[in-house]
């Protein structure tokens, strides 16, 4: 399974950016997609899962009210629409994927991992 992950970027405070995740196998049905994010010296931390054929969506109180994960099939990607960005969002964006429908928020479940977007939100 591969995945690529794009649409980082630098952003000023406020700003909206769009990260895309293309997988080299894809479902929104057996599969739950994860976004979680490192800023430098600190643990990766969980941002946002998809599962249930794309009916659940789940966020870190963080990012609540401000990102919205998506999905699409015929695309073979997952969305993470991020506004209002905040500095404290610069960080490093990665998706991952496991195999099943269920819960998402421990890195230490997800198999395999995008490389990687940089996400700089600064003035």
């Known amino acids: 399974v591969q995945l690529q992950a794009s649409g980082g970027g630098l952003v000023q405070p406020g700003g909206s950016l769009r990260l895309s995740c293309v997988g080299s196998?894809?479902?929104?049905?057996?599969?739950?997609w994860g976004w979680f994010r490192q800023a430098p010296g600190k643990e990766r931390e969980w941002v946002s899962y998809?599962?249930?054929?794309?009916?659940?969506?789940y966020y870190a109180d963080s990012v609540k009210g401000r990102f919205t994960m998506s999905g699409d099939n015929a695309k073979k990607t997952v969305y993470l629409e991020m506004h209002s960005l905040k500095p404290e969002d610069t960080a490093v964006y990665y998706c991952?994927?496991?195999?099943?429908?269920?819960?998402?928020?421990?890195?230490?479940?997800?198999?395999?991992w995008g490389q990687g977007t940089q996400v700089t939100v600064s003035s």
């Open positions: 991952a994927v496991r195999l099943g429908s269920t819960v998402g928020t421990k890195a230490a479940d997800y198999p395999y």
């Open positions: 196998v894809f479902s929104l049905v057996r599969y739950t």
């Open positions: 998809i599962r249930n054929s794309g009916r659940s969506t």
